[in-house]
């Protein structure tokens, strides 16, 4: 039976490099018996300027229904003025938590061709390899009490809040400690338990559920601030870091430059199994809607397929195929293509058609 695909490009550079990742689904379906039903729909900005809203419910539903949803990136300058639930980034942030999408998988690896481009000294990236497990339907971005109030002076107040369970920590946990067993087996939990209440129960919860289940798991703990500081000193000392929403998201775009450019990283968001196997999920690049260098040709859409790649992995179990593209992936960097984000000073620049077309070529060629 067909796997049911739901594409939703979104905003800025998102469709630009949803083109290249597509391109490479017809190949796999025509020359690897990649059996897909495909849809797609608009969301962020795209679907505001013609629906009036950064998603629509049927839209949610489909998701639900789809074996995997291959996300773009959301967010557009435009409509920076609209109040705060009609933004387009509301869009990806409906999609997790409507669908209990609680995992955000980032692995951070270094390609070796591209140990020029990464901000740091070579000696401190070369075969850097971590991932990190971000909470993402929790935390200060769903808490509650929000919002901004006048107060009686005429002032005005804003407020978002931390807030986690033990449910909430000890699932993402789960998913950390499964993914290290599969790694280099350890895991470095990561919060603010020097002053957050959240950060405490989040240390204990992690710590209690490693001795009941995890002891072949190394764990360790780290205060986030610590954390962004270790991650420019010595990355390489990280196999698995876990952490909560607003921390992983931030520490997520720092890690990524240590590889060379954001235009490098994927990302899976994984929910809970549904009970008859299938676990909802969502791939999406972490670079978000590069707005401005949208609509230029310009964009990277190595991250993009990339998530197709653990697409294909996760929710597909179709190894062969991921195994492939992220092989094609490297070869063409190895051959010296570059997009303008990775390039070094005075290399030659490709196009992201370019790009994209190179690694369904050397797809051919190695297959
Ligand atoms: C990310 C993005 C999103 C987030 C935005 C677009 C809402 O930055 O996926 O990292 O903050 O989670
Ligand atoms: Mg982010």
Same mark, same amino acid.
């Given at each position: 039976?067909?796997?049911?695909?739901?594409?939703?490009?979104?905003?800025?550079?998102?469709?630009?490099?949803?083109?290249?990742?597509?391109?490479?689904?017809?190949?796999?379906?025509?020359?690897?018996?990649?059996?897909?039903?495909?849809?797609?729909?608009?969301?962020?900005?795209?679907?505001?300027?013609?629906?009036?809203?950064?998603?629509?419910?049927?839209?949610?539903?489909?998701?639900?229904?789809?074996?995997?949803?291959?996300?773009?990136?959301?967010?557009?300058?435009?409509? @920076?003025?609209?109040?705060?639930?009609?933004?387009?980034?509301?869009?990806?942030?409906?999609?997790?938590?409507?669908?209990?999408?609680?995992?955000?998988?980032?692995?951070?690896?270094?390609?070796?061709?591209?140990?020029?481009?990464?901000?740091?000294?070579?000696?401190?990236? @070369?075969?850097?390899?971590?991932?990190?497990?971000?909470?993402?339907?929790?935390?200060?971005?769903?808490?509650?009490?929000?919002?901004?109030?006048?107060?009686?002076?005429?002032?005005?107040?804003?407020?978002?809040?931390?807030?986690?369970?033990?449910?909430?920590?000890?699932?993402?946990?789960?998913?950390?400690?499964?993914?290290?067993?599969?790694?280099?087996?350890?895991?470095?939990?990561?919060?603010?338990?020097?002053?957050?209440?959240?950060?405490?129960?989040?240390?204990?919860?992690?710590?209690? /559920?490693?001795?009941?289940?995890?002891?072949?798991?190394?764990?360790?703990?780290?205060?986030?601030?610590?954390?962004?500081?270790?991650?420019?000193?010595?990355?390489?000392?990280?196999?698995?870091?876990?952490?909560?929403?607003?921390?992983?998201?931030?520490?997520?775009? /720092?890690?990524?430059?240590?590889?060379?450019?954001?235009?490098?990283?994927?990302?899976?968001?994984?929910?809970?199994?549904?009970?008859?196997?299938?676990?909802?999920?969502?791939?999406?690049?972490?670079?978000?809607?590069?707005?401005?260098?949208?609509?230029?040709?310009?964009?990277?859409?190595?991250?993009?397929?990339?998530?197709?790649?653990?697409?294909?992995?996760?929710?597909?179990?179709?190894?062969?195929?991921?195994?492939?593209?992220?092989?094609?992936?490297?070869?063409?960097?190895?051959?010296?293509?570059?997009?303008?984000?990775?390039?070094? @000073?005075?290399?030659?620049?490709?196009?992201?058609?370019?790009?994209?077309?190179?690694?369904?070529?050397?797809?051919?060629?190695?297959?």
């Amino acid at each position: 039976m067909a796997y049911k695909l739901l594409l939703l490009p979104g905003d800025g550079i998102g469709p630009e490099v949803m083109v290249q990742a597509l391109s490479i689904i017809r190949w796999l379906q025509d020359h690897r018996d990649l059996d897909v039903e495909l849809d797609k729909d608009l969301v962020g900005g795209a679907s505001l300027a013609v629906h009036e809203v950064p998603i629509r419910d049927e839209v949610i539903e489909k998701a639900k229904e789809a074996d995997a949803v291959l996300f773009g990136s959301v967010g557009d300058p435009k409509w @920076k003025d609209v109040s705060f639930d009609r933004r387009p980034e509301v869009a990806i942030l409906r999609l997790r938590k409507d669908l209990g999408l609680y995992a955000n998988l980032r692995p951070v690896r270094l390609f070796d061709p591209l140990l020029s481009a990464s901000a740091l000294k070579p000696e401190v990236v @070369k075969g850097l390899d971590l991932m990190i497990v971000r909470e993402t339907v929790g935390g200060v971005y769903f808490g509650e009490p929000r919002g901004i109030e006048t107060l009686p002076d005429g002032t005005r107040k804003g407020v978002n809040t931390e807030v986690y369970t033990t449910p909430e920590i000890e699932r993402v946990a789960r998913v950390a400690f499964e993914m290290a067993r599969l790694r280099d087996g350890r895991v470095c939990s990561v919060e603010k338990c020097n002053v957050m209440e959240s950060g405490l129960l989040w240390k204990e919860v992690v710590t209690d /559920l490693h001795r009941r289940d995890y002891q072949d798991v190394e764990l360790s703990h780290m205060l986030a601030d610590n954390c962004a500081m270790q991650l420019v000193r010595a990355p390489r000392q990280f196999d698995v870091i876990v952490t909560g929403n607003l921390f992983g998201d931030i520490l997520s775009d /720092l890690a990524s430059m240590l590889t060379g450019s954001l235009g490098m990283l994927p990302s899976a968001t994984l929910g809970s199994d549904n009970g008859s196997g299938k676990r909802a999920a969502l791939y999406e690049p972490i670079h978000g809607s590069a707005p401005d260098i949208a609509g230029k040709g310009i964009a990277n859409p190595l991250a993009q397929i990339l998530s197709l790649a653990m697409l294909l992995r996760y929710s597909l179990q179709r190894t062969g195929d991921a195994d492939l593209i992220e092989m094609a992936v490297t070869r063409v960097l190895e051959d010296g293509l570059r997009t303008a984000d990775i390039a070094t @000073k005075g290399e030659a620049m490709v196009s992201t058609e370019e790009m994209g077309q190179a690694v369904v070529k050397k797809m051919s060629e190695l297959a």
